[in-house]
Every structure is written in C-alpha cells, then in structure tokens.
C-alpha cells in the first residue's frame, strides 16, 4: 500500500502539493469562520475539596469560583479618612462587575494588620474560564489606576490576576531546527522540505483541532501544545524520510525509485513511531480528568496529520525537487542566513517590522540571483567518508567492545540522576514565584509581610447541621480552628441565605505551597474537625491543590501499566522480538526516572534554582510528571522505532547482529541526534518564560529529549544489543504465531 502511495504521490506530484496548500487554506478558513471554543476549566477529582466547592456552587456561586485579593500598604497606616473614602469606592466600583463580589477589610475583622500598615479586600468571582479570569483581572486593575492616594501601594494578588504567557517557544524551535539542520545536512533544501513539511501539517492540524474545539472541551493552550509536540514529531518523521532519499540518490538509484524506497521504508518507521506517541498521548484518558483528555485528542489530531503529511506531501516535494536536495546555491546560503539572523533579532526585540524588513531582504537576495550568476553557483559539499570512517561506525564500534563497562556506567548514570526521585513531593507552586516585577508577587510578598505567608492561601472549611445556624456552636468550631498549630487566624462568614451554610475561612501559617499547609489540610481532616463533632468539610484552593495532587498520584500508575503494555505489545509485533521491546520500555522509563530526578533536585531541593529565574524551591507541578510522560515516552519510542528498525533491517540482510547494530546506528544517529538538538532548543524556549510551571514543564521535556538521545539512544542500545548478541530477536514460536504480521522495515528493491 505504502508503494502505492509513493507512487501516486511522485506521479501526481503537483496534484498533491496543490490539495495540501488547498485542504490547508480551506481548513484554516472554516476554522476562522466557525472559531474555537477552547476552555482552560480547573476540573477537581472526587475529593472533600469537590465537595466544598459543589456547597459552595449550590449556595453561594461567588464564593466557588477564583478568588483575588486587592492588598495596599502605607507607611502612614491604611485606615486614613482619605484612604478608606479611595478605597471603598474602589472595592464598590469592583463589586459592580458581574459574579464579582467583595468583602472589603473595613466591614470584615482580621483583614488590617495589628500596625495597621497593611490591609487587602478579598475578591471572589463565580466559576468562568481562563480566558474571561485574564480579561476580568485586566479590567480590575484598570479601574484601580482611578484610585491613587500618594503614598498608597496598590498590588493585586491571587488567581484571578494570575495568568501566564506562553513563550514563543515554536519560534525558537523553528529557528534552531534551521541551523541545526543546514550544520547537519549541509544543504539548504534538505533543511527547508522537513521543516516546510512540518509546518503545512501543523497548520491543517492546529485547523482541525479549531474545530473540533467545538465539540470536545479543550484547555486555552491546546494549539501550544500541539504545536510544540507537532513541530517536534514532524520534523523528525520528514527528517527520516529525506535522510533515506538522500541515501538512495547516492547509491545512484533513480528519483521515484528512491522516493518510492523512502517512503517504504522510513515511512513504514515513521507511521509506527507516530502510533507509538499517540498510544502514548491516549494514555492521559486513564487520568480521569477532563482537561488532559482534550489535550490528548488535539495532540493525537496534530500527530495524525503529521504522519499524514509525511508519507504523502513530502513524496511529492521530493520528487518535484529531485537531486536539487543536495544542491546548495551562495543565493540561497546568503537568503538563509539573513532570515534567520532578522527573525532572531525581532523575536528579541519583538518587533514584527524587523522579521518583514528580514523577509524582503531574503526575497531580495533571491531576485538578484536571477541576474547574477555567481550567485547561482553551488556550494562544494564535504565529500561522504565511507561509512566505517565515520564517527558514529567507530562510536559504535568503541561501545562494542566495551559492552558492559559502557552498559554499566550509563545505567549508574541514570539511576543516580534519577535517585532523587524518591522523593517527589507532588503540589502547585504559589505567586511567591511570580517575576518579583508582577503585581501577584508584589502582592504575595505584601500579604506575607503584613499578616504572614499563609494569607496568600486561605482554607475554605464549610459548615452545615446546627454548627451553621447556632452562632455559639459556630464561634466555638472557629476557636478550635484558631487554635489549631499552624492556623494563624480564623473567621466565620455567611454562606447562605437561610443560614444552612456556613464558612470558616482559615489561614495557615505556612505558604499555600510549603509541604506544612498540606500536612495541615490532612490534620484539620483526619484528627480537628472529626473530634469537634461538626458537619465541616475543608476546602478551597490550597486544599484543592492538596487534593489534585492526591488524585493525579494515585492514577499515575494506570497511565504507566496501560502505555507501557501497548507500547510493549506493538513493538513486539514490529520487531518480531521479546527482549528489544522489553528493554526499550526499560531504557524509556530510566531516561523519564532521570528527567523527573533532575526536576526534583532543581525545583524541589532548590539545587541552581536561581540560575532559571525561579524565586524559591517548591513542590512538583501536580499535573507535569503525568504530562511528561505521556509526552516523551511518545518521543522516545520514535527514536527507538527509527533506529532499531533500521538495525533489524540491517540484520535481517546480512545475519550479523554486531554489524547490524553498528550499521543501523551509523545510518541513523546524525538524523536522531538533530532531531535531538531541534527538541532539547523548542522545549528549552520554555525555561526562558517566567511562568514557574512552564519552566518546569520545558526543563523537564529538554533534560529527558537529551538523556534519551544521549546517553541511552547512543550507549546503552548499542551496549546491550551487543551483549544480547542475536538473542535480541528471540521470540517464542507460540507468541510469533499469536502476534500480527507488521513490516516495519520494508523491502530493498532491485532497480533496472
């Protein structure tokens, strides 16, 4: 079948460059007349927290959804005449807008501190979307610029004034997969087709996923991620795909020929790695949430086009460009360089005008060349070193013959960064991390000055039965609360028309991110609130964090079981074999360990923690490690497939196990170690961001891209392989004959 569509591709190869541009711009039209519904919803596990908020949302919506603080500070003390006239008709004019109320510090107790310098209004807002929160954050501080008193410092602070950019990480990306891969390839069109390739797909897929936005609920970063995953996958998969043209153009066989031969082969380990990342990507719906199902889809969408993208459009560039791949013009070398150097530029400098000013010069330099024969005239190329001169031979050959001295020292390697994982402590970070420059942070350091770090994030304990409509019971239930170690203060406040509900709002002593305010959820749960006999229940933000965190864990190990058998069971069926897939699991899940180790260390134990431009040390991203390792797991097994799919057909052609090993990785190595470097740049974009969890998202993505490619990919595979020796492609007769026939390695063809 994959013949086939080579074939049709090269024959129709204009037909086919001309639906892609077509489907693209049709998609992206229908895509902008329908718009997108994409929803960022913080969606809570079964838990007391869900409970607390269900109360809440039946009985007092405001109170259920995001909550804010408006936080001021004078010298001079903030209960001046002058003060409390500004300030309350500030908070009056806030709790005009729509779902938002206010309990202003001047009517409530608690909220002025003892020297009365410091006071905050709390803000709460029925449930809506991220995208509203970040329009009604804005427009909160825009009426505030109305009311300044001179000396009066007016922060913002808590989640409704919370949100966070994402950097321009796939630009980044774009950038460095230029560089890289004209360094690797030497030729200007071999870097432009994967890229250009990429980019058609990811603009039919991020259309689609658009669309579908409609039907399925999908977070606001959807389209971030998949094109951060949809770049990365696709550039990759075309990458394989041009290397193995290149390598039959060489051997001097004809262009369908070699297109056709590319496709069957690399294509064939192109379609099978894409199924092994959407496995791994359809892995997040055991999770139980809904949020990580609509990115699983639109990542899967993304993927899918990619793969789709890779065995038909990209057939057809090549057989349009022919043996011009490997033709590199001064014009075209000079174009490029100009591009890249102005993108650069404006990207820093975010300024648009420059990037144009870059393209005209690029298309300039391009029309002069029309005219100007020199610059016509094709770059030398390095002559091609016979293949065992070249480093990655003897690379493999040095690891060959050292098979367990290299096997063992990578596996200490891994385990040791790794190690620190247990002790992974799972939780959301606070606004003590924000840019010290924000107002969330100016307004958490003020509220910790003022009143003590867990201010920033009180527990919201909800009382119902007689506690809640007998003031007595419930002043009492609120001594006890105060008076419980590591509560700083205690209030009670209305939460219900008819007084069925009451709620308890408690302030730790502690920061909403310091392991102390989760342990203290747990206590006020399983020891204060059951011996006081009162219908309470603790929740919250700070407690629903808790809560995630809880859930997310606990969940994690069917995610694990349920990638790691399919993934184990398809590459049974493509390798023919028990061990390789056994040990690319194993190989898959000490790179992730060693990844999830170095988060750990940095963000947790705080090793180099201000070198990223992170505040304090804190607890795991409750969502990252379930995120990572749908991600890379996906992204792992894509290098594994690509390089042994190329050993086993190395093998099966020759019977030589040492030889085939060494072959494959010869003929695959440079193409996983630029499709390496292209991941380690567009995730470390991330880092580059001021969001605390974007940061440890993208450190997490690069360190275990880099492992993989590193270390396991290029030593330990080449190790193991040669100490398995042809017991890699053992497998039992009754397992053979259960399991499907998949050829992953396609056919050499003779050529007339």
């Not at 807002?125 to 825009?142: C, F, M, N």
């Not at 980044?172 to 030497?186: K, N, S, T, W």
């Not at 040791?416 to 969330?440: E, K």
């Not at 069917?558 to 056994?582: D, Q, T």
């Amino acid at each position: 079948m994959l013949i086939k569509l080579a074939k049709f591709s090269v024959k129709h190869r204009r037909m086919m460059v001309g639906f892609w541009v077509l489907l693209v711009v049709a998609l992206g039209a229908i895509s902008n007349s329908v718009g997108t519904n994409f929803a960022t919803e913080f969606e809570l596990p079964a838990s007391e927290s869900n409970d607390v908020q269900k109360l809440l949302e039946t009985n007092n919506s405001n109170r259920a959804g995001f909550s804010g603080q408006v936080v001021f500070a004078s010298p001079n003390g903030v209960t001046t005449d002058e003060i409390k006239t500004n300030m309350s008709a500030l908070f009056a004019e806030i709790a005009n807008l729509e779902g938002v109320s206010v309990t202003s510090p001047f009517e409530t107790q608690g909220q002025i501190n003892q020297d009365r310098t410091t006071a905050f209004a709390t803000i709460d807002v029925a449930v809506r979307s991220q995208q509203e929160i970040i329009k009604l954050g804005e427009e909160i501080r825009d009426i505030g610029k109305n009311f300044t008193v001179d000396g009066l410092q007016i922060e913002y602070g808590g989640e409704v004034f919370a949100g966070f950019e994402l950097p321009a990480s796939e630009v980044y990306g774009l950038l460095a997969a230029i560089i890289i891969l004209v360094i690797a390839f030497g030729s200007v069109l071999a870097m432009g087709l994967p890229i250009g390739t990429a980019i058609l797909g990811l603009g039919v897929g991020t259309s689609v996923v658009g669309i579908v936005s409609q039907i399925v609920g999908m977070p606001d970063f959807t389209t971030s991620l998949v094109a951060m995953i949809g770049l990365g996958v696709g550039i990759d998969y075309a990458l394989f795909i041009v290397t193995r043209y290149r390598e039959c153009l060489a051997d001097g066989i004809s262009v369908e020929d070699s297109v056709v031969e590319a496709v069957d082969t690399s294509g064939r380990a192109v379609i099978f790695a894409g199924i092994t990342v959407i496995i791994s990507l359809l892995g997040l719906f055991v999770m139980g949430l809904a949020f990580a199902r609509g990115l699983a889809i639109g990542a899967v969408i993304g993927v899918l086009f990619m793969i789709i993208a890779s065995i038909t459009f990209l057939p057809a560039l090549l057989a349009i460009v022919k043996h011009r791949v490997d033709v590199t013009t001064r014009a075209a070398l000079f174009a490029l360089v100009s591009f890249v150097s102005f993108a650069f530029v404006a990207i820093i400098t975010e300024n648009l005008k420059i990037f144009f000013a870059g393209l005209i010069v690029t298309v300039g330099v391009m029309l002069v060349s029309l005219v100007v024969k020199p610059l016509r005239t094709p770059i030398k190329h390095r002559p091609q070193k016979d293949k065992e001169l070249t480093f990655w031979y003897r690379w493999s050959r040095f690891i060959q013959r050292r098979p367990w001295t290299s096997a063992i020292g990578a596996t200490a390697v891994l385990l040791v960064l790794a190690s620190p994982l247990a002790s992974i402590r799972l939780g959301f970070g606070d606004n003590g991390n924000a840019p010290v420059d924000s107002t969330v942070r100016k307004a958490f350091d003020m509220m910790a000055e003022g009143f003590g770090p867990g201010f920033n994030g009180p527990l919201y304990i909800t009382v119902q039965g007689d506690a809640a409509a007998q003031t007595e019971k419930l002043q009492s239930f609120v001594a006890t609360i105060s008076n419980t170690d590591g509560v700083a203060y205690a209030q009670a406040v209305p939460a219900s028309a008819d007084g069925s509900l009451a709620l308890v709002i408690a302030y730790p002593k502690t920061a909403p991110q310091d392991e102390a305010t989760y342990d203290l959820v747990k206590f006020l749960r399983s020891e204060v609130v059951p011996a006081t006999g009162v219908d309470a229940k603790v929740g919250g933000f700070t407690a629903a964090g808790s809560d995630f965190a809880t859930a997310i864990g606990s969940r994690m190990p069917y995610l694990f079981i349920g990638v790691l058998s399919l993934s184990f069971l398809l590459l049974m069926a493509v390798f023919r074999s028990l061990l390789v897939p056994l040990k690319a699991v194993i190989m898959n899940l000490l790179s992730i360990g060693a990844a999830y180790g170095v988060l750990v260390a940095v963000f947790q134990w705080g090793w180099g923690i201000s070198l990223i431009g992170v505040g304090k040390a804190g607890p795991i991203e409750s969502w990252a490690p379930m995120m990572l390792f749908a991600i890379v797991f996906g992204l792992s097994m894509d290098y594994e497939v690509f390089l042994l799919s190329r050993v086993k057909e190395e093998y099966d052609h020759t019977g030589d196990n040492a030889t085939a090993v060494a072959d494959g990785l010869t003929a695959t190595a440079r193409v996983i170690t630029a499709a390496a470097l292209i991941m380690v740049f567009v995730f470390g974009a991330f880092v580059l961001g001021y969001d605390r969890q974007l940061k440890l998202f993208g450190l997490g993505l690069s360190v275990a891209v880099f492992i993989d490619a590193t270390i396991v990919r290029m030593v330990l595979v080449p190790a193991t392989m040669e100490l398995l020796g042809d017991r890699n492609w053992w497998l039992p007769a009754w397992i053979n004959k259960l399991l499907p026939k998949i050829d992953v390695e396609g056919h050499h063809h003779t050529h007339s």
